[in-house]
């Protein structure tokens, strides 16, 4: 397995995802108030997710590191830092998914981004599935567990415009 991975990339997409959150976030405190549940929640996701993603980059550097030193065993390296992107990624789309409700003031836009990005995800479950094997939907506990983080957010947005809180 470790012959076919690029770790690399993954360092690279790592410190850009930190740049992105870091800008999206200081962008979002210099113009946007932060007088409700749903910006606070962005912002929180936001610093989380800077939190992941940095540790998603010191993984894959420990992994790198691991693999220039002749260890062959660096799976639970790569997986830890493939949780933390991810859930760090899920982070990023569900703030994404808070401002755009926040920005237009309709539960449509929210609705439409996380819509989207649920489709992607099956759509890439089904292409990544091996051939002649049975599509299992979404039959990834990492996959799941972005989906239910994902589908609070909405939830959440969903209670703000019906002023329930």
Same mark, same amino acid.
């Given at each position: 397995?470790?012959?076919?991975?690029?770790?690399?990339?993954?360092?690279?997409?790592?410190?850009?995802?930190?740049?992105?959150?870091?800008?999206?976030?200081?962008?979002?405190?210099?113009?946007?108030?932060?007088?409700?549940?749903?910006?606070? %929640?962005?912002? /929180? %996701?936001?610093?989380?997710?800077?939190?992941?993603?940095?540790?998603?980059?010191?993984?894959?550097?420990?992994?790198?590191?691991?693999?220039? #030193?002749?260890?062959?065993? =660096?799976?639970? /390296?790569?997986?830890?830092?493939?949780?933390?992107?991810?859930?760090?990624?899920?982070?990023?789309?569900?703030?994404? %998914?808070?401002?755009?409700?926040?920005?237009?003031?309709?539960?449509?836009?929210?609705?439409?981004?996380?819509?989207?990005?649920?489709?992607?995800? =099956?759509?890439?479950?089904?292409?990544? %599935? #091996?051939?002649? #094997?049975?599509?299992?939907?979404?039959?990834?506990?990492?996959?799941?567990?972005?989906?239910? =983080?994902?589908?609070?957010?909405? =939830?959440?947005?969903?209670?703000?415009?019906?002023?329930?809180?």
């Amino acid at each position: 397995m470790t012959e076919n991975m690029n770790i690399k990339n993954w360092v690279e997409i790592s410190s850009v995802m930190i740049g992105v959150s870091l800008t999206v976030l200081t962008l979002i405190l210099g113009f946007l108030p932060i007088n409700s549940l749903i910006m606070r %929640a962005c912002v /929180w %996701a936001l610093l989380v997710a800077v939190v992941l993603f940095t540790n998603a980059l010191t993984t894959n550097a420990k992994a790198l590191y691991e693999l220039s #030193q002749g260890t062959e065993k =660096i799976d639970h /390296w790569i997986k830890f830092a493939e949780f933390s992107f991810g859930f760090a990624f899920t982070l990023v789309l569900s703030a994404f %998914a808070f401002i755009s409700y926040r920005i237009v003031d309709d539960i449509i836009a929210p609705s439409i981004l996380l819509g989207s990005a649920w489709l992607i995800m =099956i759509s890439y479950s089904y292409l990544d %599935a #091996q051939p002649g #094997q049975r599509f299992k939907g979404l039959s990834s506990m990492k996959r799941n567990t972005w989906f239910l =983080i994902e589908l609070g957010a909405l =939830i959440l947005i969903y209670i703000d415009w019906l002023n329930i809180l």
